[in-house]
Protein backbone atom coordinates (compact mmCIF):
# COMPACT_ATOMS: atom_id res chain seq x y z
CA UNK A 1 0.00 0.00 0.00
CA UNK A 2 1.66 3.32 -0.29
CA UNK A 3 0.13 6.65 1.19
CA UNK A 4 1.56 10.19 -0.24
CA UNK A 5 1.61 13.11 1.68
CA UNK A 6 1.86 15.42 -0.46
CA UNK A 7 2.36 18.77 2.10
CA UNK A 8 5.60 16.89 2.96
CA UNK A 9 6.42 15.70 -0.12
CA UNK A 10 7.13 12.37 1.21
CA UNK A 11 6.04 8.76 -0.57
CA UNK A 12 5.64 5.73 2.44
CA UNK A 13 5.32 1.91 1.06
CA UNK A 14 3.60 -0.26 3.87
CA UNK A 15 3.25 -3.65 4.12
CA UNK A 16 1.10 -4.79 6.45
CA UNK A 17 1.30 -8.12 8.19
CA UNK A 18 -0.78 -11.33 7.54
CA UNK A 19 -4.36 -10.53 9.15
CA UNK A 20 -6.55 -14.29 10.47
CA UNK A 21 -10.37 -13.98 11.96
CA UNK A 22 -10.46 -16.52 14.64
CA UNK A 23 -13.60 -18.28 15.71
CA UNK A 24 -15.82 -17.59 12.19
CA UNK A 25 -18.09 -20.34 12.73
CA UNK A 26 -18.21 -20.95 17.11
CA UNK A 27 -17.50 -18.70 19.84
CA UNK A 28 -16.79 -15.07 20.01
CA UNK A 29 -15.06 -13.80 16.36
CA UNK A 30 -11.90 -11.82 17.07
CA UNK A 31 -8.71 -10.63 14.51
CA UNK A 32 -4.76 -11.05 15.25
CA UNK A 33 -2.01 -10.16 12.99
CA UNK A 34 0.88 -11.14 14.26
CA UNK A 35 4.24 -10.99 12.48
CA UNK A 36 5.82 -7.79 11.00
CA UNK A 37 4.95 -4.47 9.35
CA UNK A 38 6.99 -2.62 6.92
CA UNK A 39 6.72 1.32 6.77
CA UNK A 40 9.41 2.07 4.32
CA UNK A 41 10.35 5.64 3.01
CA UNK A 42 10.80 6.00 -0.64
CA UNK A 43 11.83 9.61 -0.44
CA UNK A 44 14.40 8.86 1.46
CA UNK A 45 14.52 5.29 1.88
CA UNK A 46 14.51 5.10 5.54
CA UNK A 47 12.63 2.15 7.01
CA UNK A 48 10.79 1.17 9.85
CA UNK A 49 9.58 -2.62 11.63
CA UNK A 50 7.41 -3.13 14.09
CA UNK A 51 6.87 -6.51 15.18
CA UNK A 52 3.28 -7.84 16.53
CA UNK A 53 2.74 -10.44 18.84
CA UNK A 54 0.85 -13.29 18.29
CA UNK A 55 -2.60 -12.66 20.48
CA UNK A 56 -2.50 -15.24 23.72
CA UNK A 57 -5.44 -17.42 25.57
CA UNK A 58 -6.53 -14.32 27.45
CA UNK A 59 -6.30 -11.36 25.56
Do not use: H
Not at 3 to 18: F, H, N, Q, R, T
Not at 25 to 38: A, H, N, Y
Amino acid sequence: TRVSLKKAGVILDLVPPPTKVNNLIFGRTWVDSPGEMIMTNLTTGDKAVLYFQPCGWFG
